[in-house]
């Protein structure tokens, strides 16, 4: 009986240490600033899901009208399922307005990265997509958006027009 639970105790602790150990980088994990080919050619499940991702002609529309001085600054994690589904359907929708600048940075499992934008910028959790307009944050959305991409950032350039 006591090395029953001698056993048991030993599997529980070689388990909780493997689970709290970070694992090393390996290719679901890309640091730093990339392009959007970058991020596809190394991470296949968000090329699937750019690919998937289904756009309506009237986020299109909306998309098409937000004003070219926009900016989005996207911090996620490779690694991370919420950007797996939120980035790939960004960038499918900011295709359609090509005036529009994008920064794509990777960020590690302690949300750093780097150039330090990350912590800078107060970043906690991924994806986070930081809507700014010369120099000035207009609104983010955190991890996933409150209606739909378009929907929230429609409204975040909504609220700062003039």
């Avoid at 602790?13 to 689970?19: A, K, Q, V």
């Avoid at 330090?116 to 930081?130: C, E, L, R, S, Y």
Wanted: charged fraction near 20%; aromatic fraction near 8%; charge should be neutral.
């Amino acid at each position: 009986m006591p090395y029953k639970k001698l056993i048991l105790s030993t599997i529980l602790t070689i388990t909780l240490l493997g689970c709290g150990s970070t694992p090393a980088p390996g290719p679901r994990f890309t640091l730093g600033q990339m392009e959007s080919d970058t991020l596809f050619n190394n991470h296949q499940q968000f090329l699937n899901n750019y690919q998937s991702a289904q756009i309506t002609q009237a986020e299109q529309a909306l998309v098409e009208s937000w004003p070219s001085d926009i900016e989005f600054n996207v911090y996620f994690g490779t690694w991370c399922h919420d950007s797996e589904r939120e980035v790939p359907k960004l960038l499918k929708l900011l295709s359609y307005n090509k005036t529009l600048t994008i920064s794509l940075i990777g960020l590690d499992y302690k949300k750093t990265e780097p150039n330090g934008g990350a912590k800078a910028n107060g970043v906690q959790f991924t994806p986070t997509i930081i809507v700014t307009r010369a120099g000035k944050e207009l609104g983010r959305i955190v991890e996933q958006p409150a209606v739909s991409l378009v929907s929230d950032i429609h409204q975040i350039i909504k609220k700062h027009s003039v």
